[in-house]
T-cell receptor
């Protein structure tokens, strides 16, 4: 199983809502990543988790709150988002930070904030 | 952080080779060169990576200049399914995979 599964595929939320994006992998990978991608732009790195600990936060606003409850699961909690946060949110995993090898990406959650 | 520079777009004919260039003049000795591609409506997909020597796999070849300031991704026979945005990324140990603008490849039948 070389899949990174993201749910939901699509999400529409209001600016006062709280929602969560979920990412799951069962490849035994210990590095997991969140990216944000606006239309016709490259993915932007948001967070990196290594062995369930946050190792990189690219100065992301606190309305985005990541969580890595176990080695297979990565969540992104959303609260009080703005319309400009509408984007494709991509999750990725790789065997571990410190080893150069391929990363696997999910298909993303397309988020619309209204 | 070392940056990469790629052409915005390139065109190729089907079944012909494609050479996608990437400049990374500020690369450091510990930076690996990774290539990913993103097909329409999909997440990025790993293509190939290398450090100093040229690399081949089932998808492509990676040619790295001797001074490592540039590299070229080679698709040996482009197909319509290869139409995608190709990203050249420098990373130290997968910790900081930051995407540049990429090259949009169009493959003409």
């Amino acid at each position: 199983d070389t899949e990174v599964t993201q749910t939901p595929k699509h999400l529409v939320m209001g600016m006062t809502n709280k929602k969560s994006l979920k990412c799951e992998q069962h490849m035994g990978h210990r590095a997991m990543y969140w990216y944000k991608q606006k239309a016709k732009k490259p993915p932007e790195l948001m967070f990196v988790y290594s062995y369930e600990k946050l190792s990189i936060n690219e100065s992301v606003p606190s309305r985005f709150s990541p969580e890595c409850p176990n080695s297979s699961l990565l969540n992104l909690h959303l609260h009080a988002l703005q319309p400009e946060d509408s984007a494709l949110y991509l999750c990725a995993s790789s065997p571990q930070v410190g080893v150069n090898t391929e990363a696997f990406f999910g298909q993303g959650t397309r988020l619309t904030v209204v | 952080d070392a940056k990469t520079t790629q052409p915005n777009s390139m065109e190729s004919n089907e079944e012909e080779p494609v050479h996608l260039p990437c400049n990374h003049s500020t690369i450091s000795g510990t930076d690996y060169i990774h290539w990913y591609r993103q097909l329409p409506s999909q997440g990025p997909e790993y293509v190939i990576h290398g450090l100093t020597s040229n690399v081949n796999n089932r998808m492509a070849s990676l040619a790295i200049a001797e001074d490592r300031k540039s590299s070229t991704l080679i698709l040996h026979r482009a197909t319509l399914r290869d139409a995608a945005v190709y990203y050249c990324i420098l990373t130290r140990n997968n910790n900081d995979m930051r995407f540049g603008a990429g090259t949009r490849l169009t493959v003409k039948p």
